[in-house]
């Protein structure tokens, strides 16, 4: 049994469009009512698998979610009278972000050696809220196997729970047992804290975790109120090494220890504040990275070109190559549709933890299937949509004619 960390991409839906729904995400706000190219965009997340798969990584992907989502516009009485946002919500292709699908926890945490998967329910959101039980769905597909994974249904949603887009996990090797760091915003501030501390701590109730390998840790208050409505827009980590800007969190100096006490081999690589401010991090996306290991060892940052293109964002980026730091490669990827909404190549992802084999095949990717999805993707996925045209039944019915091709392509249609 070899465990391996495989990230799964969620391909871009056919309805992706700006319709500026998320409070506190600011490119989200600031590209409100543009045209959104949905084939293009799919066609993007596709070439950073690609790229990834070329590094000798493993890569599953979790599909688009049934949208218009009719079941949701039911549930609100919608009869065309309702709030504009609310229909635009029904068609959103948000679940593209799978790092806010659920919170994972590798079997060499857990009490019983499973991997725990609790969906996350998103509910700071209305758009987001509707997500997670077409989301767990997908998972009880995808991580079937009773033996070695256990999907849980989201947390009450009093608690508001975002996933692993504010959960890290840290360890000399993914296939170790690891440190958890579950980061949680309190509310209060000018936009809302999505993450709740008692959604991190029932997670990791849920998935059995040792408390003494856990770590919750308060966000930075301003963070949140520039922009970084998920810590992955301020921090990363992968195995040992820890990415973060300086005000990432509420007590950096607490954390650091905290983490150097729990995980004697922890290396922290601080951007300070001096070199890229917090408003350049958010901007630029420099931390919504994938930081991956290599086959050879080598740790590599997966960054948008949003960041390599930014000055000071480039600055610092070559002063650390230059260093003998943890991270010895940067590879930006265009994945502009999604940046637009506030998705970077973190947000594209869920990593798991797994041996792929108790794994369905059909949630993996290879060569062979990518161009297939691609073929579809050109085939089917609208080329653009403006929010205006949320709710022509003529694009209603294109989007889900797209999906059902993607779902017969690629034999899930359980999924239908
Ligand atoms: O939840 N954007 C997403 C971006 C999620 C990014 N994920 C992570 N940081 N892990 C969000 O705010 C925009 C939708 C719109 O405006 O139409 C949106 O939902």
Not at 41 to 61: E, S, T, W, Y
Not at 275 to 285: E, F
Not at 379 to 391: M, R
């Amino acid at each position: 049994m070899s465990l391996v960390e495989i990230n799964f991409d969620g391909i871009v839906g056919p309805s992706h469009n700006y319709a500026g729904l998320s409070l506190g995400n600011l490119a989200s706000a600031s590209n409100a009512g543009e045209t959104a190219y949905p084939r293009a965009a799919a066609l993007q997340g596709l070439a950073k698998m690609r790229g990834n798969m070329a590094l000798g990584l493993a890569q599953g992907f979790l599909l688009p979610l049934p949208r218009p989502n009719t079941a949701f516009l039911d549930a609100i009485g919608a009869d065309g009278s309702e709030d504009r946002r609310l229909l635009s919500a029904a068609w959103s292709a948000s679940s593209m972000w799978t790092a806010n699908a659920a919170t994972v926890s590798p079997g060499p945490d857990t009490a019983d050696g499973r991997c725990h998967l609790t969906a996350a329910n998103l509910v700071t959101m209305p758009h987001r809220s509707q997500e997670w039980t077409d989301t767990v769905r997908q998972l009880r597909l995808a991580f079937a196997d009773p033996a070695h994974f256990a999907v849980h249904d989201a947390v009450p949603a009093c608690f508001g729970d975002e996933g692993a887009a504010n959960h890290m996990r840290m360890g000399v090797r993914h296939d170790a047992p690891g440190l958890e760091l579950f980061v949680y915003g309190k509310t209060g501030g000018a936009f809302p804290a999505r993450q709740h501390e008692q959604a991190s701590r029932a997670v990791a109730r849920l998935h059995g975790l040792d408390p003494a390998r856990c770590l919750f840790i308060e966000q930075n208050p301003e963070a949140i109120a520039a922009g970084a409505f998920h810590n992955d827009v301020v921090a990363v980590a992968n195995e040992r090494v820890l990415f973060t800007h300086e005000q990432a969190f509420a007590d950096p100096d607490g954390t650091y220890a905290a983490i150097r006490t729990a995980l004697p081999e922890a290396e922290i690589v601080v951007v300070p504040a001096a070199s890229v401010s917090l408003a350049d991090a958010i901007k630029s996306y420099l931390f919504n990275a994938q930081l991956l290991t290599l086959p050879s060892g080598e740790m590599s940052l997966v960054i948008p070109l949003e960041a390599w293109e930014h000055p000071r964002v480039r600055l610092w980026l070559d002063g650390m190559l230059a260093s003998n730091g943890p991270i010895r490669r940067v590879l930006p990827v265009d994945v502009r549709q999604s940046m637009a909404n506030g998705g970077g190549p973190a947000c594209l992802r869920l990593r798991v933890v797994a041996d792929p084999a108790t794994i369905d095949p059909r949630f993996l990717l290879d060569e062979a299937k990518a161009a297939r999805i691609e073929s579809i993707v050109a085939a089917f996925w609208p080329e653009a949509i403006h929010p205006a045209e949320l709710g022509d039944p003529d694009l209603a019915a294109r989007v889900v004619t797209a999906r059902m091709a993607l779902l017969d392509g690629l034999e899930l249609n359980e999924l239908s």
